[in-house]
């Protein structure tokens, strides 16, 4: 009976091969779709830079117009956006974390509450003002007391640049 070692060592050879190769096209392919794409559609869409920029928001309630309700920190990668929302609330504070992207003049997002996730999510559409300074849009979510999605528009002024 011949040695079979030299087979084992092959094929073991062969499979170390093939999985070193497959992690680096996962590599590749996600640096890719994380970083170098984003940052291709940010100068193509030719869109302005949010990165490490502190936003304060306004309710549209009238009784509260001119006092602000949340900080909004915006992180950006392209035209991939990330953002951690703090909202003054009467039992304290709560923080929401978005993750969306821009588009012609729109920061479209995702949120959902820190302290109950998968309970409190919804949607975000802010439009990007001409001067850069002002954030204006609506959020969007299903509202657990009401039995209803509801709809509460925003205004967001810049304070901190990158």
Do not use: C
């Amino acid at each position: 009976m011949a040695d079979a070692s030299w087979l084992s060592n092959s094929i073991l050879h062969d499979l170390i091969i093939g999985i070193s190769g497959g992690l680096i096209v996962i590599i590749i392919e996600r640096a890719f779709s994380l970083f170098i794409l984003p940052i291709y559609q940010k100068k193509v869409q030719n869109l302005p830079n949010f990165d490490n920029t502190k936003w304060l928001g306004y309710s549209d309630d009238e009784r509260f117009k001119d006092k602000s309700q949340s900080t909004l920190h915006i992180r950006q990668v392209g035209n991939r956006i990330s953002a951690t929302a703090v909202r003054q609330v009467k039992a304290g504070e709560r923080t929401f974390k978005y993750k969306g992207r821009m588009y012609g003049g729109q920061i479209i997002l995702e949120f959902f509450d820190e302290e109950g996730p998968g309970l409190i999510v919804g949607t975000m559409v802010l439009h990007v003002g001409s001067d850069l300074k002002t954030l204006r849009g609506a959020s969007t979510y299903f509202h657990h007391d009401k039995g209803r999605v509801v709809s509460t528009f925003r205004t967001f002024k810049r304070v901190q640049t990158a």
